[in-house]
């Protein structure tokens, strides 16, 4: 994964609540069967498995985050297997193809949770985290990005 958007994800989680913390592993897992596609494409098998290896990790997360007491953990972990399935497939094989059952299954879940995740009021999980203020600045050759922490109460105070 990209150095941008591990920085992407990692601010995500530090505002996200617990249904939108759901909604970025989707992303991730998204982003790396889109990230292994295009090793493969360029050939660097070792680079594919490494993100289908990271895609796996984050699969099993999900899996093992269900909460049995409510019946529709059971429908999700079955949906959640055979992606899972579909990336060993695609490792086993190196082929794209079953990447597209796990693309189909995680976007079609990906909406669904966007949405939950848009009627939750819970707040972020993390607590004492950065507030961020981000800015545009125009450097020589380039356009930066700037943050500012506004009042930090993170640490020891004397």
């Known amino acids: 994964m990209e150095k941008e958007k591990l ?8 505002q996200a609540s617990r ?12 982003t790396d069967t889109q990230t292994a596609r295009a090793m493969l494409a360029e050939g660097k098998i070792a680079e ?34 055979f992606a899972n ?14 990447l597209d059952d796990v693309d189909m299954v995680l976007n079609k879940l990906r909406e669904a949770f966007r949405v939950v995740s848009e009627q939750d009021i819970s707040g972020p999980v993390m607590q004492n985290t950065e507030q961020v203020y981000a800015g545009l ?12 922490d506004a009042g930090s109460k993170r640490g020891f105070t004397a």
Not at 20 to 28: N, R, S, W
Not at 54 to 81: K, P, Q, T, V
Not at 85 to 98: G, T
């Open 7 to 14: 920085q992407e994800f990692t601010f995500r989680v530090t």
């Open 19 to 30: 249904s939108e913390l759901i909604v970025i592993m989707y992303d991730i897992i998204l």
């Open 48 to 81: 594919y498995e490494k993100e289908l290896k990271h895609a796996a990790r984050f699969m099993n997360e999900l899996m093992g985050a269900l909460d049995y007491r409510y019946a529709i953990s059971y429908e999700l972990l079955s949906l959640y297997s």
């Open 85 to 98: 399935k579909a990336l060993i497939r695609a490792q086993m094989q190196r082929k794209a193809e079953p």
């Open 137 to 148: 600045t125009y450097g020589r050759n380039s356009l930066n990005e700037s943050l500012l």
